[in-house]
Every structure is written in C-alpha cells, then in structure tokens.
C-alpha cells in the first residue's frame, strides 16, 4: 500500500507560493521598476510597502493553502486508482 509522499507535496505547495510571491511582488511594483529602468529608483521600503500588503498576503496563505490541499487530494486519487488497478 502506497502512502502520501507529505514533503514532495509541501515542497511543491511552496515552489508554487514563491513563484505566486514573486509575480505579486513584480505585478505592484511594476511603477518602481519602470523608474529604476530609467535610473530614478526608489527605495527598498517602499518597494515592500507596496508589495506587501495585508490582502496580498492573506491572497498568498489561501491560495498556499489551496495548492497543498489539490496535490494531496491529487496523490489520494492516484492511490486509489493504483489500488483499484492492482485488484484487476
């Protein structure tokens, strides 16, 4: 009998939010690196003042939860499909 591989899929669930991070982080800081291409940037903090907010980052805890809770509905359904296959 097969069992959940839990650190293949928490390590996938937090590849996934650290790309979400990062997409999130460009996507509100567009602005400031449109400056710091023309030479005029702004400083750190500010990029993470507005990068970084209260909705961004409970946007990242659901979808993180989200992600580990469709992979590890993924490995039971294949387990399943495994066992129902092995019975044949």
Request: positive net charge.
């Amino acid at each position: 009998m097969e069992k959940l591989n839990h650190q293949k899929i928490m390590i996938s669930t937090l590849l996934k939010v650290l790309l979400m991070i990062v997409v999130i982080f460009i996507l509100n800081s567009w602005p400031s690196i449109k400056q710091s291409f023309i030479g005029n940037a702004p400083p750190l903090d500010y990029w993470l003042d507005h990068s970084f907010k209260v909705s961004n980052i409970i946007l990242i805890l659901g979808f993180g939860g989200y992600f580990y809770y469709k992979d590890l509905m993924n490995q039971k359904e294949l387990i399943e499909k495994a066992k129902v296959s092995d019975q044949h």
